[in-house]
């Protein structure tokens, strides 16, 4: 069975401060079945000493988040740390505040094609990972549909979460397919309303997203990593949040 889960360890941010509580963080993702995750979220720690206790685990990065500054001032750096840990998906969270406006999308696609073209020489690509305020309309179109039309392919994947695009009053199946042949990874978490009215990050299953309908969305699309994020677990052990959202998606035919 093809391994496509992963843990994006964003989740577990908290415990990734150090190398002696990677370790264990990494154990206790591997014990919960994950066979790969994505790094974020980690304090300044020595890449090897990160590979070896990837590797010790039985896990692969299969991508990482690294702030935009870090691909426009220390790529070099960017590249070796991704060879070291054997990833081939880079990927940003999110970006500064200013580029929020037709012309700082511009701007962004600037100063992107000279990055990703010495990514993709390396071999490695690079997505952006949406929230919601990238539905913000400019014109007849989002934020993000002027982001991916102007984008050159090559230079820019996409690494949409469905959450964050539920939330931004967009479908997260329609936004799946629409970016098809262009998406290696996928975050996923659910969204659940409580009896006031509030809106919670919830593990995958325990929500209110039609998972059927993404995931085929998904499967029909291309993507190759379904990263787990939970941003928030409102008091829960975030590794049982983890262990939930990865059981959840094993009923659900992955693993």
Same mark, same amino acid.
């Given at each position: 069975?093809?391994?496509?889960?992963?843990?994006?360890?964003?989740?577990?941010?908290?415990?990734?401060?150090?190398?002696? !509580?990677?370790?264990?963080?990494?154990?206790?993702?591997?014990?919960?079945?994950?066979?790969?995750?994505?790094?974020?979220?980690?304090?300044?720690? !020595?890449?090897?000493?990160?590979?070896?206790?990837?590797?010790?685990?039985?896990?692969?990065?299969?991508?990482?988040?690294?702030?935009?500054?870090?691909?426009?001032?220390?790529?070099?750096?960017?590249?070796?740390?991704?060879?070291?840990?054997?990833?081939?998906?880079?990927?940003?969270?999110?970006?500064?505040?200013?580029?929020?406006?037709?012309?700082?999308?511009?701007?962004?696609?600037?100063?992107?094609?000279?990055?990703?073209?010495?990514?993709?020489?390396?071999?490695?690509?690079?997505?952006?990972?949406?929230?919601?305020?990238?539905?913000?309309?400019?014109?007849?179109?989002?934020?993000?549909?002027?982001?991916?039309?102007?984008?050159?392919?090559?230079?820019?994947?996409?690494?949409?979460?469905?959450?964050?695009?539920?939330?931004?009053?967009?479908?997260?199946?329609?936004?799946?397919?629409?970016?098809?042949?262009?998406?290696?990874?996928?975050?996923?978490?659910?969204?659940?309303?409580?009896?006031?009215?509030?809106?919670?990050?919830?593990?995958?299953?325990?929500?209110?997203?039609?998972?059927?309908?993404?995931?085929?969305?998904?499967?029909?699309?291309?993507?190759?990593?379904?990263?787990?994020?939970?941003?928030?677990?409102?008091?829960?052990?975030?590794?049982?949040?983890?262990?939930?959202?990865?059981?959840?998606?094993?009923?659900?035919?992955?693993?």
């Amino acid at each position: 069975m093809k391994h496509v889960i992963g843990a994006q360890l964003y989740t577990v941010r908290e415990f990734t401060q150090t190398l002696p !509580d990677i370790a264990a963080t990494l154990r206790k993702v591997a014990v919960i079945g994950y066979k790969a995750i994505q790094i974020s979220g980690f304090a300044p720690v !020595d890449a090897g000493e990160v590979a070896r206790l990837v590797k010790e685990n039985g896990l692969t990065v299969a991508a990482t988040h690294m702030p935009w500054g870090s691909f426009l001032t220390g790529l070099d750096g960017v590249i070796a740390t991704h060879k070291l840990w054997g990833c081939v998906h880079a990927a940003i969270g999110g970006l500064p505040s200013e580029y929020y406006s037709l012309d700082g999308l511009q701007r962004f696609l600037d100063e992107l094609a000279p990055v990703a073209e010495t990514l993709v020489k390396e071999g490695i690509d690079f997505s952006y990972h949406n929230h919601n305020h990238e539905f913000a309309r400019y014109g007849e179109k989002t934020w993000l549909a002027h982001l991916y039309e102007r984008a050159n392919p090559r230079h820019l994947k996409a690494e949409l979460d469905v959450y964050w695009v539920q939330v931004g009053g967009g479908d997260p199946a329609a936004w799946v397919r629409r970016c098809a042949g262009r998406q290696p990874l996928l975050h996923l978490k659910d969204i659940a309303v409580g009896p006031e009215r509030e809106q919670r990050m919830a593990e995958i299953g325990e929500g209110n997203l039609n998972w059927p309908v993404i995931l085929q969305a998904a499967a029909e699309s291309g993507v190759q990593w379904y990263l787990v994020e939970q941003d928030n677990c409102y008091g829960r052990d975030p590794f049982e949040s983890l262990a939930i959202s990865y059981r959840n998606l094993n009923a659900m035919g992955l693993y």
